[in-house]
């Protein structure tokens, strides 16, 4: 199997010299390391230049953002599949690569253990069948995920989105184009939950939402608007106006706050038995 590990980095120095000994440190190297640089200040050409043995291909110019700079990465890969570290992220033991390519996978997308790095670390297994409803209220860890190359080709991240390309790339792959997936019992990477996407939740979900209703038919969206965790859309008028009140008037806050109490009620009226405890939506909340 091979496999190019892509890094993207913008003045992160510290994050890349973190991810460029993960790399390094690999006992099975990577078929190829292909930096993207986005003409960083920081002094990050220099760390590239001190690892350039190490790294295949590297390139250091302005781009457009994150996904465009991951975009550029796959353009540039001769691999068969493709794994994103990007600056700060790392491979979280020596051995994740060789035990990657020993599984004997041949499928489109191959995802692996994450460990989320908490004050108690935990382990995060991805799902070992992929359903919509899955996809829908969460995603896979890109750090954890090999990718077919060709697959990224023809389906290149969305580079307007500024948080959620990789999960829209999931969704469009997995669900509209079928692709095979497997999962495999391996720890990949560590994941960081200072990283920006996960310290910009509420943002990361409204853009979310914004995808699901650009590219899911009405009907679904209607039926999983009504699943039980989120409830991005609601299911009445009055569970609607909740979530605008927390969203526009009083933000973060209170918006976290009616999520967690409408995912509440909407678990506890299903375990009683309530089809519909509020009037039903004529509209799919759009």
């Not at 190019?4 to 390391?33: A, C, D, H, M, W």
């Not at 039903?280 to 909340?285: M, R």
Request: hydrophobic fraction near 35%; aromatic fraction near 10%; charged fraction near 25%.
């Amino acid at each position: 199997m091979n496999i190019s590990v892509i890094t993207v980095n913008r003045n992160n120095l510290s994050g890349l010299r973190k991810t460029v000994e993960s790399v390094r440190t690999q006992r099975v190297k990577p078929y190829e390391f292909i930096v993207i640089d986005g003409a960083s200040t920081d002094g990050s050409s220099a760390l590239l230049q001190e690892y350039s043995s190490l790294i295949t291909y590297s390139v250091s110019e302005p781009d457009k953002g994150i996904y465009n700079a991951m975009n550029k990465g796959v353009a540039a890969a001769k691999g068969e599949y493709c794994i994103f570290m990007n600056s700060g992220d790392c491979f979280c033991n020596d051995d994740a690569i060789r035990l990657l390519s020993e599984t004997g996978a041949t499928q489109d997308i191959i995802c692996g253990n994450a460990v989320i790095l908490e004050d108690v670390p935990r382990r995060k297994q991805p799902p070992k069948e992929i359903t919509l409803n899955f996809l829908y209220n969460q995603s896979l860890c890109h750090q954890s995920v090999l990718i077919r190359t060709s697959l990224l080709r023809a389906e290149p991240y969305d580079e307007s989105l500024k948080i959620v390309a990789d999960r829209k790339f999931f969704l469009k792959a997995l669900v509209f184009s079928n692709c095979s997936y497997k999962a495999v019992d391996i720890d990949v990477a560590n994941y960081d939950i200072t990283g920006y996407s996960a310290k910009n939740r509420f943002a990361s979900e409204q853009e979310w939402e914004k995808v699901l209703r650009d590219t899911l038919p009405e009907r679904i969206l209607t039926d999983y608007g009504r699943s039980v965790s989120g409830v991005l859309y609601g299911t009445s008028p009055y569970e609607r106006m909740f979530l605008e009140i927390g969203r526009r008037k009083y933000r973060k806050p209170v918006y976290r706050m009616v999520r967690s109490f409408l995912s509440f009620l909407s678990v506890f009226r299903k375990s009683a038995g309530f089809v519909n405890v509020f009037p039903k939506s004529e509209t799919s909340g759009r």
